[in-house]
């Protein structure tokens, strides 16, 4: 099966300006998260859609990240005005419903570069 | 709240010697612990998981880990290291109960192999 798609891999914004991420997940897969990675810390966890629905988003910033899942396959994340703390590297990652536990895949990342 | 320490940030060994990368966590309850790689341009790649049951799990690529609950520690092993192990790896948990599906990340470890 075809793995975790995020395009692009990379972008070079200016501060100010608007990005928008995409993850295709793998078919089928219901779950579908959005971590990130800032400044060599640990991946932080973003959000979490089932279907269509956030199922879980305490890890969103602020109101300038959006995250949506419309018709409950790709997922878009934007980030509208792109600030310099935002630059880091941004995963998606996917799973079944009954995916028991850590069966995530991930995808390899966006890296986002603010200047 | 849930939390993962990587204590060293790099790790350098020499091809065909042991390698620990160390880990230790923090949860509410009983862990399940993950160790993921991430290779240049890649993606994570999860390795090893434990959820129950013996405390020495083996994974992918050689390696293997070892869960001690009295240390809260759960460090990655090889008995000998290759050139094709160095990457960047990270160890994550999940609280056994609860909703949450997010794994908490450490901070990473860069895995160094010389020749």
């Known amino acids: 099966e075809a793995g975790v798609t995020q395009f692009p891999s990379h972008s070079v914004i200016e501060k100010g300006q608007t990005v928008t991420l995409r993850c295709d997940p793998i078919s089928g897969h219901d779950n579908l998260y959005w971590y990130r990675r800032v400044m060599g810390k640990e991946i932080k966890f973003l959000l979490h859609f089932v279907k269509e629905s956030k199922q879980d988003e305490s890890g969103m910033p602020n109101n300038r990240f959006l995250a949506e899942r419309t018709g409950g396959t790709y997922s878009t994340l934007k980030v509208q005005p792109a600030e310099l703390e935002d630059s880091g590297v941004y995963f998606c990652?996917?799973?079944?419903?009954?995916?028991?536990?850590?069966?995530?895949?991930f995808g390899s990342g966006t890296r986002l570069t603010v200047v | 709240a849930q939390s993962v320490a990587q204590p060293e940030d790099q790790v350098n060994v020499a091809e065909g010697n042991p390698l620990t990368v160390k880990c230790t966590y923090s949860v509410s309850g009983n862990p399940y612990l993950f160790w993921y790689v991430q290779y240049p341009n890649r993606g994570l790649q999860f390795l090893l998981k434990y959820i129950t049951g013996d405390n020495l799990v083996k994974g992918s690529y050689g390696f293997e880990a070892e869960f001690n609950k009295s240390q809260t520690s759960f460090h990655l092993k090889k008995p000998s290291a290759l050139v094709s192990d160095s990457a960047l790896y990270f160890c994550?948990?999940?609280?056994?109960?609860?909703?949450?599906?997010?794994?908490?990340f450490g901070s990473g470890t860069q895995l160094t192999v010389l020749p």
């Open positions: 990652a996917s799973s079944r419903s009954n995916e028991g536990v850590g069966g995530y895949t």
């Open positions: 994550a948990v999940r609280a056994f109960s609860g909703s949450a599906r997010q794994l908490t």
